[in-house]
């Protein structure tokens, strides 16, 4: 089967993949379509240090095929999006409704792909970007069939990711002001999740103008090519500044714009080890800097969530679908998500 794999050195298409039955308590997919996002590349730069060889992808979407003994939430045929929380369910962090903080859930990768004889792994215990993979049950959530894969796909990282950071972590309530910097695939789903909750000013930064459009109709009220002209939109400072981009110094701008009791939250990835600064006095006015994993997820009630409110025309996942390739395409498709041209691009089975 086809996939797309990493061997720490070249990504390539390859087409002699395998990858085995579904055991007690797993799900076996046939993939639809995945989208492209950051975290893949940031793999193959070396920002997310990942053991090789792996097959890539962890936002995708799909039919299924084969479940394993005890797996009755699905059956083959439904439709279904992937998380890539494989929580164990039975933790003190599962019990408190905290999957993302499950321990059996971070750092553990599994290896159910073969190629000739060598084992593969599986990136975030997903790998989206093969015809076939093997999950666990927790990690399938059935959505209706009339949802367009490609709009599927986005719902496993993208919004769980950047909706869920403003519903789940930061709380953002009706009235607050939200600043947003960086509106690629992740910032434009905080915009959306900002709308949802009813914050009345939401900025969008980027650094690229031409994102304006799209940015406002994701929910943005206003639109900056930097942070300099935030304190003339809000002279007291933000809510809510959510650094999308992983650079160290928009994490101390998004601090630095920060009203008393203010959050900035952190979803951009800077490489592994990266540090950064900000004024300790500013923090004194119960300021606080979040860190957020997969927006505080929890994927079984989330994601059936997203899925009813984009029937219902409330969530945008159409918008963020820019272009679809065929998987033999990734080497564009990567091209096309490092010039920023796409929002999110997807790959189709």
């Known amino acids: 089967m086809r996939g797309v794999l990493f061997d720490g050195k070249q990504v390539q298409v390859v087409d002699d993949l395998e ?10 997919v046939a993939i639809s379509a995945a989208g492209l996002c950051h975290s893949d590349l940031s793999v193959v730069d070396g920002t997310i240090p990942f053991p090789v060889p792996v097959v890539l992808g962890h936002e995708g979407a799909g039919v299924v095929e084969a479940v394993g003994v005890g797996v009755t939430h699905v059956e083959p045929g439904d439709h279904v999006a992937l998380s890539t929380l494989a929580n164990c369910g039975t933790c003190a962090e599962c019990d408190r409704g905290r999957p993302t903080m499950c321990r059996q859930a971070i750092g553990r990768p599994g290896r159910p792909f073969r190629r000739g004889e060598q084992a593969v792994f599986q990136f975030a215990s997903n790998s989206a970007f093969a015809e076939r993979t093997v999950v666990k049950a927790v990690q399938v959530v059935r959505i209706p ?11 496993g990282c993208g919004v769980l990711t950047g909706v869920g950071a403003v519903l789940n972590r930061a709380k953002v309530d009706r009235g607050d002001s939200v600043v947003v910097i960086g509106t690629g695939g992740i910032g434009l789903n905080v915009l959306q999740g900002a709308r949802l909750a009813g914050a009345l000013r939401i900025v969008a930064v980027d650094a690229n103008p031409a994102k304006e459009a799209v940015a406002r109709q994701f929910g943005a009220t206003d639109f900056l090519t930097s942070t300099e002209g ?6 007291t400072g933000a809510d809510h500044a959510f650094e999308c981009v992983g650079r160290v110094e928009l994490i101390r701008q998004a601090v630095d714009l920060l009203d008393r009791h203010g959050q900035a939250i952190l979803l951009g990835v800077p490489p592994a080890g990266a540090e950064a600064s900000f004024v300790v006095s500013s923090m004194y006015l119960d300021k606080s800097i979040l860190g957020c994993r997969y927006g505080s997820a929890r994927p079984q009630r989330d994601i059936a969530l997203y899925a009813e409110l984009y029937r219902d025309g409330r969530l945008l996942l159409d918008e963020l679908v820019t272009r679809t390739y065929p998987v033999e395409e990734f080497e564009r498709a990567a ?10 691009g997807v790959l189709t089975f």
Request: overall charge negative.
């Open 145 to 155: 069939k009339d949802i367009p894969m490609p709009s599927a796909a986005l719902i």
């Open 19 to 28: 990858v085995r039955e579904p055991g007690p308590g797993e799900v076996l």
């Open 230 to 235: 935030v304190r003339e939109l809000l002279p």
């Open 335 to 344: 091209a096309d998500a490092e010039a920023g041209k796409v929002a999110r």
